[in-house]
């Protein structure tokens, strides 16, 4: 039972262009969401969160929208530069998971960022 | 300041050995995780430990696999009689207050059993 869903395995967008990641979850009760970024050979590497209070979280060139009543995240990169290929994670916790803070990940989608 | 550091950084070893992976977290987290990425899948959790106690060893897969932080820093991830399933990415992560705050990655220990 796969609680959060990444369904897009991979993206491909032009440099200088709006790249969009989405993220679709099924507890109702996760009430904190983080997207993590991981390059080849390395660990995951923080990125940005919301909490379930929010509806919107910008830092720099990153955005994180939540939708709770459609159980929905999405991560907006603008503008997108070639260092930002990786793969990204959605990952979210919350009550409902035992309230110990561990996170539920997404399969992850593959961007390429293209020159 | 140093981030989350594991050792080794790559383990090979065959069906049936015993294992041991470690974890050094960032000074001073309280809380410590460890995961498991499988191949084109996304980190799987394990184990939360909150100082020297594992707090939720849910994820635990089976009797195997053991883990223990015996002074509240440095955790081991122990592994008995490795099956070739259990090859993948052991990510350990910590933080400073456990729930709802970001957890810090370390680059993980890549296990291939074979």
């Known amino acids: 039972d796969q609680q959060v869903k990444q369904n897009s395995p991979s993206l491909s967008v032009q440099e200088g262009r709006i790249s969009i990641l989405n993220c679709d979850y099924t507890?109702?009760?996760?009430?904190?969401f983080l997207w993590y970024k991981k390059y080849p050979a390395e660990g995951p590497t923080f990125l940005i969160s919301?909490?379930?209070?929010?509806d919107k979280n910008e830092d720099g060139r990153f955005t994180v929208f939540l939708n709770k009543s459609a159980k929905h995240l999405s991560l907006h990169i603008v503008p997108s530069q070639p260092g930002d290929s990786a793969v990204y994670f959605c990952?979210?916790?919350?009550?409902?998971?035992?309230?110990?803070?561990?996170?539920?990940f997404g399969q992850g989608t593959t961007l390429q960022v293209k020159p | 300041g140093a981030g989350v550091s594991q050792t080794p950084s790559n383990k090979v070893t065959e069906k049936g050995k015993y294992v041991e992976l470690r974890c050094d977290p960032i000074?001073?987290?309280?809380?410590l995780y460890w995961y498991r990425q499988s191949l084109g899948q996304g980190p799987e959790f394990l184990i939360y430990f909150q100082g020297t106690g594992a707090a939720d060893d849910s994820g635990l897969p089976n009797d195997r696999f053991f883990a223990v932080r015996p002074e509240g820093s440095v955790s081991t991830l122990k592994i008995q009689r490795t099956e070739r399933g259990d090859s993948a990415v052991y990510l350990c992560a910590s933080n400073n207050r456990g729930r709802a705050d970001t957890q810090y990655f370390g680059p993980g220990t890549r296990l291939t059993v074979l």
């Open positions: 919301i909490s379930s209070i929010k």
């Open positions: 000074s001073g987290h309280t809380a």
């Open positions: 507890n109702s009760m996760f009430d904190y």
């Open positions: 990952a979210a916790s919350g009550p409902g998971s035992s309230n110990t803070g561990k996170l539920i």
